[in-house]
């Protein structure tokens, strides 16, 4: 890799060695993925049939070894340079992307914000109108009735665009830090409106995600802001995070479930915190459980299988919830519903793909580029790779994705219908627009 373009992908300044995929897969996923196979299943409060076993488990480990591998080749940038090197054209691009004018980085305006927080806003109206026209099913919620929440139907294609949280997250924390233009105060009344309605959201509709998928893109956006003030004390304990992590998620998720929950199951538990995190346990084991049993009905160990189609995946997926497995904990799992999904044939040459993805996304996160707008839920995606395939497996990543490609397309428009000044060029890579200092070189420590 040349200086430039060293410089060029280390623009937003140190980071703590997670935030990196193949690392965080290899340092936190692989971890997780082993105390969760050893663990005593006996602790589930789920009444599902036993699946997952030590095949299950080596799958795993092989799934996480090929993302990490795929994710190091995204990351060292060899997938660009390969086509720089095919073609004089994209040589020139990537030199420019280095060296040029940052324009759509620069010129992408809060206004943006402000129409999304309008699209926002009228989604969670729609999604919420049962609970506004009818008050006292919010009490019902609130009072331990889960199953109202399950009387109210979405709206497809209009609902689901309350999912545009995560760009606007990304955004708000990416503006917040300066790498995006725009004086973003961190308490306002526009974040306060929207985590609050992600807070509400998360409660009525009993989707804790809900507000992960704020929060989470908010505060990787915000991170090399935060992290420029640091001192060595706080990075040390920032490095540490995916060991801290575990406790602070389980002091939410049981807060959350007092609210929810408790109620319902206090009679048969000593105490709250005893029932969080064996119910926290069984959400996650019960994914891999799922995805154990998957891979069995198919036949995935028994011999060569080709990609399932989602239909044929749906049915099996529904059988065995009508009589082996709980309803109530139905995550279909991460890393083995990709591998159901596209079989054993494929499996080796998929998961590479999708770690390559990862190591792409990461890229243009710390380079400060628009394309790393994708990376916030890409993160979210290895934060779940053991209950959900986030970027593959859920809708709820459309209307972000397709928000993000119309912003790339724009940005590749304006070099045609802008003229630059001669002798004025982009602020340099890593500065704040607001003054801020320019940030260090990205350090893997």
């Known amino acids: 890799m040349t200086a430039k373009s060293e410089a060029g992908v280390n623009a937003v300044g140190w980071l703590p060695w997670w935030c990196r995929p193949s690392l965080m897969l290899l340092g936190a996923s692989l971890p997780a993925l082993i105390i ?64 040029g004018p940052r324009l759509g980085e620069n010129l992408l305006s809060p206004r943006l914000d402000w129409f999304l927080m309008g699209v926002f806003l009228v ?59 725009g004086k973003v105060k961190l308490i306002s009344w526009f974040h306060v409106l929207f985590f609050g309605t992600l807070f509400i959201r998360a409660i009525l509709w009993s989707e804790r995600l809900a507000l992960i998928e704020g929060a989470v ?21 920032l490095r540490l995070v995916p060991i801290l992590l575990p406790a602070l998620l389980l002091v939410v998720f049981t807060a959350f479930e007092a609210l929810r929950s408790w109620q319902y199951y206090a009679g048969e538990h000593s105490n709250i915190f005893e029932f969080g995190w064996r119910r926290l346990y069984t959400y996650y084991f019960e994914a891999m459980n799922t995805g154990a049993a998957i891979l069995g009905t198919i036949g995935f160990y028994d011999g060569l299988t080709g990609p399932l189609s989602k239909a044929a995946y749906e049915q099996a997926y529904e059988g065995l919830y009508l009589g082996s497995l709980d309803v109530e904990y139905n995550n279909a799992s991460g890393i083995w519903y990709i591998a159901a999904r596209t079989g054993n044939l494929l499996f080796g040459p998929v998961f590479l793909m999708i ?56 940005a590749a428009t304006l070099k045609h219908r802008i003229r630059i000044r001669r002798g004025i060029e982009s602020p340099p890579l890593g500065t704040g627009h607001r003054g801020q200092p320019p940030l260090s070189l990205n350090q893997w420590r």
């Open 36 to 99: 969760f196979s050893y663990s005593d299943s006996r602790q589930t409060l789920s009444k599902a049939q036993l699946f997952y076993g030590d095949r299950d488990f080596i799958l795993g480990i092989f799934a996480i070894l090929l993302l990490a591998a795929g994710a190091r080749i995204g990351e060292s940038g060899i997938i660009g340079q390969i086509g720089a090197a095919l073609s004089p054209r994209s040589r020139n691009r990537l030199e420019s992307s280095v060296i």
């Open 123 to 181: 989604a969670h109206l729609i999604f919420f109108r049962n609970f506004i026209l009818n008050p006292g099913l919010a009490m019902g919620v609130l009072g331990g009735n889960l199953e109202l929440k399950h009387t109210f139907k979405t709206i497809p294609g209009v609902t689901i665009w309350t999912q545009v949280s995560l760009l606007l997250g990304s955004l708000r924390g990416l503006r917040w830090a300066g790498i995006l233009p």
């Open 217 to 237: 893109p908010f505060f990787l956006g915000a991170l090399p802001r935060i992290v420029s003030n640091l001192g060595p004390r706080w990075r040390t304990i």
């Open 355 to 410: 770690g390559i993805w990862f190591g792409m996304t990461w890229r243009g996160y710390v380079a400060g580029r628009l394309f790393g707008l994708f990376y916030p839920f890409t993160f979210l995606g290895l934060m779940e790779i053991l209950r959900i395939a986030y970027w593959l497996g859920v809708n709820r990543v459309i209307p972000t994705t397709l928000a993000i490609i119309l912003i790339l397309c724009w």
